[in-house]
Nanobody
């Protein structure tokens, strides 16, 4: 199994930046990819960005050009650099890891609140 610890959330002004971190522990050797999701009140949890084991990335259209996902394999950590933040980015952000040698499973962090003021 994989355990995730998230950090970096907070309150920022529109146009500001935040950097989220998610450190993985446990069966980190079996990690397939890592991602960030977010969930605003009353809305579903949506993918923000994903990065594969090979470094391939995928972004939601709403954050493309503003957010950057990266990972440090040596530290088993995934980051989400969020620039030019908008009030619409306000949500709880969740780290997600898919891991497994045979059966690939989803693992979730507890979530970190990101609030962007107007």
């Amino acid at each position: 199994q994989v355990r995730l610890v998230e950090s970096g959330g907070g309150l920022v002004q529109a146009g500001g930046s935040l950097r989220l971190s998610c450190a993985a522990a446990g069966s980190t050797f079996s990690i397939v990819d890592m991602a960030w999701y977010r969930q605003a009140p009353g809305k579903q949890r949506d993918l923000v960005a994903r990065i594969s084991s090979t470094g391939s990335t995928n972004y939601a259209d709403s954050v493309k050009g503003r957010f950057t996902i990266s990972r440090d394999n040596a530290k088993n950590t995934v980051y989400l650099q969020m620039n030019s933040l908008k009030p619409e980015d306000t949500a709880v952000y969740y780290c997600n890891v898919r891991a497994g040698l045979g059966l690939v499973r989803n693992y979730w962090g507890q979530g970190t609140q990101v609030t962007v003021s107007s």
